[in-house]
């Protein structure tokens, strides 16, 4: 065997000792793992930790800690998931901070935590996300900050809450409010009185006190449902053998155009075109359950139209005077004795504005109103249980016609005197009481009543190029609908309290020439012809103030 030297065993031995030191060696000689220290800003035993005047939220914290109290910390917003490395947190305390602001799931993470105390802050505004994971949590305080309202469903999921604090916010007792007022009320959480700072009414109320009928929150909108991309400057709705239906008349393409609801795609699909020459108005008219079309044209004359089933057509049967009827601008229809009648506005200068009734195989002139005034419109109407037609023209105030059952004519009884240059003249009712809205195209339109003998004004819109006026219910709600060629088209909503409409809702329509009301499939649809853009039909849409 071979000798080693003394100079080989050196090397060896060196070679050993750096060995040595470079491998590691067994679990007694680990370095000791080093344990978060207490922030310099706050004092802390075994399980506990109190910080005061802290520029943020610490990042670690001894092992252990269940209870964290922090007092007049100076950062203005508490993060998501800020506590989340203080997993086994049970109680934690934030009293008299600077903080305005506390992010969506701040808490995150603290699965443990049983008591959460936030006093005597500046929180201004909390979301529904801001408790969200707390699923252990029993003692909530928001007590004496500057909360005005809390987030819909802002306890949701905080099952086992016991004890909720409110005191000493200034809440506002709106509909925003109006959930808490509902949960108040019905949960088994214990809360102690918080009042309400505004507004007026509720004004030092408590919270507990109040009901949800108190709030008034249910209101609407106009919102856009179909748009029909042609002109029109009528539209009517009628139901016909279970269907509904809507016309429009399109004086440039030459149509009476016809629509049908389709139960299925909730919408309106193309029916049936009548042709026509610059058709002003499509009248349907439905007697002993056949179909009439009054097409009244500014060119070629006036006809009327009858709907056959075999095969499925409208087919001409009547031609309307021409000597009589010049220029039409509007068709009504009304129903007296049992007899059915139609009138045919017309607004030219030799032009009259004629009646016509039915007689078993067509319509025949019954009536001519007054001649050379330019008539622009009719409304049929009932004042004091008698028939009235009121008669608006451009060159004299409205004309209001009574029927004379004797002779079965309408006699002249009166004007509506000071409300000239009159383009449409609309009925409604609100509470037993008859109402007028008479709408002019520049200038003030006017809201008048009916007391007895007369009809006084009570209110003025302003118009600015308003051609239509268009009042209608949905529900318990009175609209008036009020058109214009050079802004947005308004709509109004009566109100109870001061008797007048007040401003509701905008529209961005233009130049509409007229309205219809259908209301189907649990849906209420305004449609609007339009003159000047694309027709359109917008759905009432009930909205919940108290569900945002």
């Known amino acids: 065997m071979m000798e080693l030297g003394p ?25 000791a793992i080093k344990i978060p220290r207490c922030p310099a800003t706050c004092s802390c035993t075994k399980d506990s930790a109190f910080c ?3 520029k943020a939220i610490p990042k670690s914290f001894p092992p252990g800690i269940i209870s964290l109290t922090m007092v007049n910390a100076a950062f203005t917003t508490i993060p998501e998931g800020a ?28 699965s443990h935590l049983q008591y959460l105390f936030i006093e005597n802050n500046d929180v201004q505004t909390l979301s529904k996300y801001t408790f969200r994971g707390l699923k252990s949590l029993t003692h909530l305080s928001l007590s004496n900050n500057n ?77 856009i449902y179909e748009t029909f991309p042609f002109q029109s400057v009528s539209v009517e709705s009628y139901e016909f053998s279970g269907d509904q239906f809507v016309v429009f008349s399109q004086p440039e393409s030459g149509f009476c155009t016809l629509y049908v609801w389709d139960h299925v795609e909730m919408t309106f699909r193309t029916f ?87 007689n078993s195989n067509g319509f025949y002139s019954h009536q001519s109103l007054h001649p050379w005034h330019r008539d622009t419109h009719v409304e049929f109407l009932d004042v004091g249980g008698k028939p009235h037609l009121i008669l608006s023209s451009s060159t004299q105030p409205p004309v209001i016609y009574q029927w004379n059952r004797g002779q079965k004519q309408f ?6 005197t000071e409300q000239a240059d009159v383009q449409m003249v609309k009925h409604f009712w609100v509470r037993k009481a008859l109402y007028l809205c ?42 008036l609908t009020l058109g214009s060629d050079f802004s947005f088209s308004r709509v109004y909503l009566w109100d109870d309290l001061t008797q007048r409409f007040q401003p509701f809702q905008e529209l961005n329509l233009r130049a509409p020439r007229a309205f219809s009301l259908v209301s189907v499939d649990n849906k209420d ?15 009432h849409l009930l909205v919940d103030l108290s569900a945002k």
């Open 83 to 110: 506590f989340s490395h203080l997993h086994v947190l049970q109680f934690l305390l934030l009293n008299s901070n600077t903080f305005s602001t506390i992010s969506d799931d701040a808490f995150a993470g603290l």
């Open 438 to 479: 008479l709408t002019r195209f520049i200038g003030d339109s006017k809201i008048l009543r009916w007391e007895g003998q007369r009809f006084i004004e009570i209110q003025t819109l302003p118009s600015r190029g308003s051609m239509v006026v268009y009042p209608f219910t949905v529900g318990l709600r009175q609209y």
């Open 411 to 416: 006699d002249f009884l009166s004007q509506i």
């Open 147 to 223: 909360l005005q309202q809390l987030p819909r469903d802002l306890f949701k999921h905080l099952d086992i809450l016991t004890d909720v604090d409110l005191r000493g916010n200034s809440f506002h007792c709106d509909c925003k409010i109006k959930w808490l007022v509902d949960w108040i009320d019905k949960t088994n959480t214990s809360v102690p009185p918080a009042y309400c700072a505004s507004p007026f009414e509720f004004q030092g109320r408590r919270i507990h006190d109040l009901a949800p009928r108190d709030f008034s929150c249910i209101t609407a909108d106009f919102a």
């Open 272 to 358: 049936h075109n009548i042709p026509s020459r610059s058709s002003l108005y499509c009248k349907p008219v439905v007697i002993n359950n056949t179909l009439y079309m009054v097409v009244a044209q500014l060119f070629g004359g006036s006809h009327i139209y009858k709907w056959e089933e075999d095969p499925l057509r409208f087919v001409k049967i009547q031609d309307i005077d021409t000597t009589r009827v010049r220029k039409p601008n509007f068709v009504e229809t009304f129903q007296l004795g049992g007899e059915c009648y139609f009138v045919v506005v017309d607004s030219s200068k030799a032009g009259s504005t004629s009646i016509y009734r039915w």
């Open 52 to 54: 005061v005047d802290t």
């Open 7 to 31: 100079r080989c065993l050196s090397v060896i031995y060196l070679l050993f000792l750096c060995l040595s030191f470079c491998l590691p060696g067994d679990t007694n000689t680990k370095k």
């Open 525 to 539: 649809i305004m449609l609007a012809a339009s003159f000047k853009g694309n027709s359109l039909a917008y759905e």
